[in-house]
Structures are given as C-alpha cells and as structure tokens.
C-alpha cells in the first residue's frame, strides 16, 4: 500500500488511515467500528472481516488507489476511462464507500467536514434528517462496516443494502429512515430491470430507483428481523445461491409457490401498517 500523507492508527488490529487533520475524527470512527463489530454480530452473526482497513478519505482517487494492491492498481489505471466519470460524479453524493475485496474490504468514510457538505438529494427522500456531525459519521461507519462484513457472501442488493441501515439503526439506537417510505413499495414494481436493479450491486443511474432499492430492502430485512431473526442468520453463516436464499426466505415468510417477489411487498406492507407493525 502506498503510505504516501496517511497516519496510520490501530485499535483492536483494526487499521485506521487519515490525514493529519482529520485525526479527532479518525479517534472517534474507531469507536464506532468497536460498536459496530459487536452489533452485527449479535444481530446477525457475522464477524469483524480479518484485514479490513479503514479510510477517513477526502479525495476518492486517493482513496481508491492508495488503499489498493499494486496488481488491483494496475487493473484500475487500465480501466480508468471506464469508471471515472461515474465514480467521479457519485462522490458528491456519498458518506462512505466500501470496496468489497473479499479476503481484505476496505472502508472510506468522509470526515464530518465533508460528510456534512454531501449532496443530500437522495438522502433526504429515504433518511430521517440527523443535524448531529458526529451521529452521522456514526451512521456512515456502521453502513460501510456492515458492507465490508457481508463482502464475501455476495449478497443481493437489496438484502446488502437492507443489512446495512438495519445496522444503523441498531448501533445509534434510533430508526433513520423515515416511515412514510414504506409507501413506496405498497405497488410491487416488476420486470427484468427491477430485478436487477434489487439483486445485483450496481449503482442505478436514476436516483430514484437507487431510492426504491435502498427503501425496498430497508422494509423487507426489518420485516424478516422482527418475524424470523434466525433466517436471515442462516442466510449469513455461509456464501449461497440466489435461489436458496429465495427460498429460504419464502418458507420462513410463508409464502405459497416459492415466488418471492409476487408477493413479499404485500406481506411486509401489511405487516408494517397493522396497528403495532412499525416499531423496533
């Protein structure tokens, strides 16, 4: 790795890597990786991924290139022209990043300088507004964490991303995403690109299907949290297919001819608007 400008923290053997002017906020990101380790293993059994780092990042091509191989560093110089643009233009948008390397993640996280200037055109349409610097770094940390855990199971999207903010909530002790979101996925949305766009790790280029998967797999894992906690742990003590995961989703949700996604926004819909539905 290229040392160039970082400092170099540890905590626990967990790595941490910023700038010198960003050290009370690496202090403070280190604290809340301890707190995010313990909660998602006790809520959903995964561990502290062995040899992942963590970046308090201010520029995104730092970020990617120094925490890469040589060999992962050749690839991206080579595909530069491919990537740049998107990546580039995603920036303003995001809190954190996680690279999913599977044998060692790697986690970038804003400092609360820039993570509190971020575009929040997308965020406000899914996220309770958090005027607090510090609970939003929090918030980043647990999400990425989460990502970086998960990296080498290969997860669905929605089931990613869902893991993830459930995580949040649990870690800051608060829900962030507004409840009204649960109206978005009261008309089932169907097709070949709605299923791609929920199953499959890619940024959507329309901000509102990146809103609908981030919303979607927030209601669906907490509804499987709530009424079947085991699941999802079974799902998460090894890599599997998409289909065992589909069906072992649709067992527990009781679901009649194993197609999932006919009718698991109705379930988890009327689950949450009953009377007591919405609630941690």
Not at 26 to 49: D, M, N, R, T
Not at 239 to 268: H, M, P
Request: glycine share 6%; with cysteine.
């Amino acid at each position: 790795m290229n040392h160039k400008g970082w400092v170099e923290s540890q905590v626990s053997g967990l790595k941490v890597y910023f700038r010198p002017e960003d050290r009370q906020d690496a202090h403070a990101i280190e604290q809340y990786c301890l707190a995010s380790f313990a909660v998602l293993e006790q809520l959903w059994g995964l561990k502290a991924p062995l040899n992942c780092r963590i970046f308090v990042m201010t520029d995104w091509r730092s970020f990617i290139f120094d925490s890469a191989t040589t060999i992962q560093r050749i690839r991206y110089y080579l595909a530069y022209p491919l990537w740049v643009r998107r990546i580039g233009s995603m920036w303003q948008y995001v809190g954190g990043w996680t690279l999913p390397y599977r044998k060692a993640p790697v986690v970038g996280i804003k400092p609360g300088r820039l993570a509190s200037t971020s575009d929040r055109t997308i965020g406000r349409q899914i996220f309770i507004e958090q005027p607090d610097p510090q609970k939003k770094i929090c918030n980043i940390t647990a999400h990425e964490l989460t990502h970086a855990a998960a990296a080498h199971l290969s997860l669905p999207a929605w089931l990613n991303e869902g893991l993830a903010m459930r995580t949040a909530d649990a870690v800051l002790g608060v829900e962030t995403v507004m409840p009204e979101t649960l109206e978005l996925i009261k008309k089932t949305r169907r097709g070949a690109r709605i299923w791609f766009l929920m199953n499959l790790n890619w940024n959507p280029r329309s901000s509102q299907d990146l809103v609908y998967r981030y919303v979607r797999g927030y209601w669906i894992t907490r509804y499987f949290q709530q009424t079947n906690p085991n699941v999802l742990k079974s799902i998460l003590r090894q890599r599997l297919s998409r289909q065992e995961i589909y069906l072992r989703l649709g067992k527990a949700a009781g679901l009649k001819g194993g197609n999932f996604w006919t009718q698991i926004d109705r379930r988890v819909y009327e689950f949450f608007t009953q009377s007591e539905g919405v609630r941690n």
